[in-house]
């Protein structure tokens, strides 16, 4: 439960027993677990480490063997429209060819596997196909640079990189190949390069696609010897591989994500405990029935969702998924919605931001298809704003549907909290409450638990079964970046506040907190106010430095195309708004400067890059935008800042 004070929390033993009877339940172990959790060397814990199982097995080869291998487990569709669907057996017998050729190429238990590919069934055959022989992967979402790209793979020390000729994005074929031979230099760790064909080839010319070289950009090339495709290499393997039991503490993959420095950060997460809080959640936090649900996470597997909630989770809970390769609006808006329908989608898991998007469209896009289908719908990544909670409930649920709120991060591997999928009433905006087995608390500055309503920090009190194990190559960082700040628990850098009835609510990340002359603001909060007027369709806040107050709030807000008229010239706009604030939240919330812009910078996951629009508002170079999925939107906002400015 999330505590304020007095906390009261289980005894270790107590707490291990919990997820060790899950883990017995929800797994098929080799080599059954007597020890459970191992919290005697913190931050660094063990769970069930003398246990061994296979961690692809578990996914795949005991459904089988179960009698449901005739069961589909994806339906893939490709954002040009061309569909494959694989059954557990077939799914099975890819993983194996994979799993072989892998093992043929030398890699094998430890080595680190760099997967670089678009949305396609291959992504996760080769993750579960180093599942299988116990080899590390690394997926690298392929929207990032070649700069990026190196990074990790020389951070990783990657033998092998698997990626695709090219990736289709919004009707366009982006060179894969060529990043990653930009990225790849003689002295690398990089042994050989597996290509998937998806742009040229057989495949390409199926799908009609000005393909050409596109994949070889001048100057670089097929490099003989290390360079293979794909399909040649596992066409020669058999279907059959005999899977191998791990220690329960075997590595499973790493998964960079930004930090506060430059440097992304590794972070490493470990077989079963990982499998066990994946397995779990997926199926208690979304109430899956896996012989009757159609499951669909719109996550890449380049993001840690994409890991728990459309690879291990699902798969491991012989869920039947959807897989969608595209951008959601192509080639139209509702493309989400006409697959809703095809497939009879049941439980639909995505972020608030596409939300928030779709209620900008309006709910007229949604009015040609059937999405009387979906039983449950989740969101996760950022805080939902309770209009967009029910709006997404009323216009994608039918009105009749929970909306689950889930909390979580890279570095917790699962869902940490979230409201129960069975309860009657729910709060809108509040992820309510941590999951079975979890223990959040509140605390102050000094460790202290909050009062009822007081934002403060939010940190973990016990270990917990998918936690991070640490970061690649870096034991230091892990524990300063996490354990440091409240001695003993883990600090996820996230502040919240604990409601007086003990429901939690999530405040944004603790460096979105400012300070107003004096006073804890909370930048979610304001953004949740502006998203209550009719006129927002989205906004972010940020905190920028000021003379008189320390800080001052400056707000950035995307009008909904419905209210333009109404809303009037964006001065009027600015004006109803900066009043709207002020009485809803008080003269101290009131910002200093609201800007109307066309979007916000977003990641490609759909995370609003706050930190970039601070650097704006305070006149700072912008910084590094080319993880942002529109990659001219800051030159823009500072357009605009600056038209501000001599407004002024
Ligand atoms: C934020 C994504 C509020 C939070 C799974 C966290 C959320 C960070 C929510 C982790 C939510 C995620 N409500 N905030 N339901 N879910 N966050 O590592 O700030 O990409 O620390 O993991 O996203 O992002 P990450």
Redo the contacts with the bound molecule.
């Keep these: 439960m999330t505590t304020t004070s007095p906390i009261r929390l289980p005894a270790l033993a107590e707490h291990s027993a919990l997820w060790e009877g899950r883990a017995r339940n929800v797994l098929t172990w080799r080599r059954p677990f007597l020890q459970g959790v191992n919290w005697s060397d913190p931050p660094f814990a063990t769970w069930f480490a003398d246990g061994e199982l296979n961690v692809s097995e578990n996914c795949l080869d005991r459904h089988v063997a179960a009698g449901i291998g005739d069961r589909i487990a994806i339906y893939w569709e490709g954002e040009p429209g061309d569909r494959v669907q694989f059954t557990y057996r077939e799914l099975l017998a890819e993983v194996c060819r994979a799993a072989n050729a892998f093992a043929t190429l030398g890699i094998g238990k430890g080595d680190r596997v760099v997967i670089y590919l678009p949305l396609i069934p291959e992504a996760i055959i080769a993750m579960l196909a180093c599942a299988r022989i116990g080899a590390i992967h690394s997926v690298v979402f392929a929207g990032f640079s070649p700069q990026s790209l190196r990074a990790r793979v020389d951070d990783a020390g990657a033998k092998l990189v698997i990626t695709a000729d090219g990736g289709i994005r919004k009707g366009k074929v982006t060179p894969l190949k060529g990043a990653v031979d930009e990225a790849l230099t003689e002295a690398q760790s990089v042994e050989h390069v597996l290509v998937v064909q998806r742009t040229s080839g057989e495949r390409g010319e199926r799908l009609n696609l000005e393909t050409g070289s596109a994949w070889m950009p001048e100057g670089v090339g097929w490099r003989p010897g290390r360079d293979m495709w794909w399909h040649e290499v596992l066409d020669a393997e058999s279907s059959v591989h005999e899977p191998e039991a791990f220690a329960a503490e075997t590595p499973l993959f790493i998964l960079y ?1 930004s930090g506060t420095t430059g440097a992304p950060k590794g972070i490493v997460h470990t077989s079963a405990g990982y499998l066990t809080q994946a397995v779990f959640t997926h199926s208690t936090v979304f109430d899956l029935r896996p012989e009757s649900d159609v499951y669909w996470c719109t996550a890449d597997v380049g ?3 994409g890991h728990s909630y459309v690879v291990y989770g699902p798969l491991a809970n012989g869920a039947t998924q959807v897989i969608y390769e595209g951008a959601p609006d192509t080639p139209h808006h509702a493309r989400w919605w006409e697959l809703v329908e095809r497939y009879r989608v049941s439980i639909f898991y995505t972020a608030p931001t596409a939300i928030r998007t779709f209620m900008r469209l309006g709910r007229q896009l949604a009015d040609p298809y059937d999405l009387s289908s979906l039983r449950v719908l989740g ?6 704003n309770p209009e967009a909670w029910e709006w997404f409930r009323d216009n994608v649920g039918g009105g009749g549907t929970p909306v689950i ?7 917790t591997g699962a869902v940490m909290a979230a409201p129960g999928v069975h309860q009657e009433v729910f709060k809108p905006g509040s ?1 309510q409450h941590p999951v079975s087995g979890v223990h959040l608390s509140v605390v102050r500055d000094d460790g202290t638990p909050t009062a009822h309503d007081e934002i403060g920090f939010l940190v973990a009190e016990l270990p917990w079964p998918s936690m991070a194990r640490g970061i690649w190559g870096d034991p230091d960082r892990f524990v300063d970046t996490y354990w440091s700040r409240f001695p003993g628990r883990y600090f ?3 502040s919240a506040l604990v409601d007086s009835d003990g429901d939690l609510w ?1 405040r ?2 603790v460096d979105d907190v400012m300070n107003v002359a004096g006073h804890r603001l909370s930048t979610a909060e304001i953004e949740a106010t502006l998203g209550a007027h009719p006129y927002v369709a989205e906004s972010a806040v940020v905190g920028a430095f000021d003379e008189k107050s320390g800080q001052a709030v400056v707000a950035f807000v995307v009008l909904k195309d419905s209210q333009r008229a109404a809303a009037g010239e964006d001065a009027h706009a600015v004006t109803v708004l900066r009043t709207w604030v002020r009485d809803q939240i008080g003269a101290i919330a009131s910002p200093r400067q609201i800007l109307v812009v066309p979007d916000l910078p977003k990641t490609r ?1 759909g ?1 609003i890059m706050r930190r970039l629009l601070r650097n704006a508002a305070e006149d700072r170079p912008v910084g590094d935008v080319t993880t942002l999925s529109d990659t001219s939107i800051m030159a823009v906002i500072s357009a605009r800042l600056a038209a501000g400015h001599t407004e002024d």
């Design positions: 994500t993001w840690i969702t969101s996760v990544g950022e805080p939902i709120d889930t909390w979580w991060q890279t570095e992820v996820t850098g996230d999530l944004g990340r996951s995370k």
